[in-house]
């Protein structure tokens, strides 16, 4: 009795089926009830077999109508840039027979016929095509290529002659009305500089002549930037009047205004020109970048920057082309993938707005300059490996440039400075330092001539200044 256990249960206890209550009985149920589940596991399978038809025919039809939608998307591309071109068409037409009527109009009194109100009507934005993208990335890949092989030019100018530089001429190109130049560029090709002032006006130089080429009129305020094309055939100004002017060279070396773009609504701070020389952007105040075409004047699309910016204040290309950098007025830098306009990182830690962007050459430095100082990027580890604070806290550094060869880099703030560029660890030596000769204390922007042979200065007078060896520079003038 030690071995057996008390079972509990209840003193109901529910009677069993007839059925169940035998062996053949329990059969019976166990037959009716795999019976019930074949079936509904045969119904199931019917289910899933029309659900995978359904799911088949729906692809098949979301696969054609995407193929309708991109046939119709680029026959519509197509037809606006038809449409855009005949637009720009017209007016260049009857721009050019009022200028065969009126041969003494010229430069920017021409062009100020354009400006006539009800003249600009509202700009497509076609989109930045597949074709443009392949011609990009084409561009890239041969750029990179060539950069990797890419030698130091036995015809640069040495330490030693940077050493040298003294100031060799100053060239009153701007009125003393309104002094000041806000901006430079240099065609190497032909040897030109291109000033943009406060005066309104850009003036075409010819260093080896000592002459101006000519004096681009027609922005009703500043002109912040100016920009050659590769061959130095079209010239780009942007002003703080909101417009940019694309200017295009003639056979008798004047300059007429080719075409007025008015998408910008604030002030226009920079431009800059795609490697592939067919293309350009601009970057404005009003907290957007522009990507044009060249030959049309055409803007492919308005990027506009994240709630809360104040807007843009420099720009330019890496020289591969495929990202943007844009500087901005509350001390950022952003960059841009070009083919995406997606933001695809921010460099912060400036102070103040970022007032010039400089890539290097060698395609791996960015150089940014703001109120405190010039910061070194590393593209590659997308940090801060240098700083030169070059100037006390009240005085900004107002440009950054690094030469064609990317072997110097050259600052501008209360006076000029010529780095020599070195490695992300190694040091980088001041070659030289210029003193600001205009008595304004301002030196607004720097260049590099070809081969730096020489290095252009804009300040806030109204003259161009020459630095450079006075032997090398009397040879090539005699």
């Known amino acids: 009795m030690d071995d057996v256990l008390p079972v509990k249960m209840g003193k109901i206890v529910k009677p069993r089926p007839l059925q169940a209550a035998s062996i053949p009985g329990l059969l019976s149920i166990f037959q009716n009830e795999w019976d019930s589940l074949m079936l509904s596991n045969f119904a199931l399978e019917q289910q899933l077999h029309t659900a995978r038809q359904e799911l088949s025919h729906a692809l098949y039809q979301h696969d054609a109508a995407c193929r309708v939608i991109a ?22 037409t009857a721009s050019s027979d009022i200028a065969v009527n009126a041969p003494a109009l010229s430069n920017g009194r021409k062009a100020s016929l354009d400006e006539e109100p009800g003249y600009a009507g509202k700009k497509m934005r076609p989109g930045i095509s597949a074709s443009i993208i392949a011609e990009i990335t084409d561009c890239n890949l041969a750029l990179s290529q060539q950069r990797k092989k890419r030698q130091i030019p036995s015809t640069l100018a040495p330490v030693e002659d940077l050493e040298r530089f003294t100031q060799l001429s100053s060239y009153p ?9 806000t901006s430079l560029d240099i065609c190497h090709s032909k040897d030109i500089i291109a000033t943009g002032g406060i005066d309104t006006s850009a003036v075409l130089f010819d260093r080896s002549s000592g002459q101006i080429m000519s004096t681009l009129s027609g922005h009703s305020k500043k002109v912040t930037s100016v920009n050659f094309d590769a061959q130095g055939d079209l010239v780009l100004t942007g002003s703080a009047d909101k417009t940019v002017r694309i200017w295009q060279g003639s056979e008798d070396g004047s300059y007429n205004c080719r075409h007025i773009l008015k998408d910008h609504s604030a002030e226009v701070q920079a431009i800059t020109v795609h490697a592939t020389n067919n293309y350009f952007a601009t970057a404005s105040l009003d907290n957007t970048w522009c990507f044009y075409e060249f030959s049309t004047g055409l803007c492919l699309t308005q990027v506009e920057g994240a709630s809360g910016s104040e807007g843009y204040t420099s720009a330019a290309f890496h020289p591969d082309g495929l990202i943007l950098g844009t500087g901005t007025s509350n001390a ?7 083919k995406t306009q997606a933001n695809v990182t921010t460099f912060s830690g400036h ?29 590659r580890k997308l940090k801060n490996f240098r700083t030169f604070s070059a100037y006390d806290k009240d005085t900004g550094t107002n440009s950054v440039e690094f030469d064609h060869s990317g072997c110097y880099l050259g600052l501008a703030g209360s006076d000029i400075r010529v780095y020599q560029v070195a490695s992300v660890k190694s040091e980088w030596n001041c070659v030289k330092t210029f003193p600001d000769l205009s008595g304004t204390g301002k030196v607004t922007c720097v260049k590099f001539g070809p081969d730096s042979k020489y290095i252009a200065v804009g300040s806030m007078d109204h003259n161009l200044r020459i630095f450079g060896l006075p032997s090398e520079d009397g040879a090539m003038e005699s």
């Open 71 to 92: 046939r119709l998307k680029k026959e519509r591309d197509e037809a606006r840039s038809l449409l855009a071109l005949a637009e720009r068409q017209i007016p260049m």
């Open 173 to 181: 190109l701007h009125k003393t009305g309104k002094p000041g130049i």
């Open 332 to 338: 950022d830098v952003k960059i841009w993938d070009v």
């Open 351 to 379: 102070t103040g707005a970022i007032t010039a962007i400089s890539f290097s050459e060698n395609g791996y430095f960015l150089a940014t300059a703001a109120q405190d100082g010039v910061k070194l990027w590393d593209l």
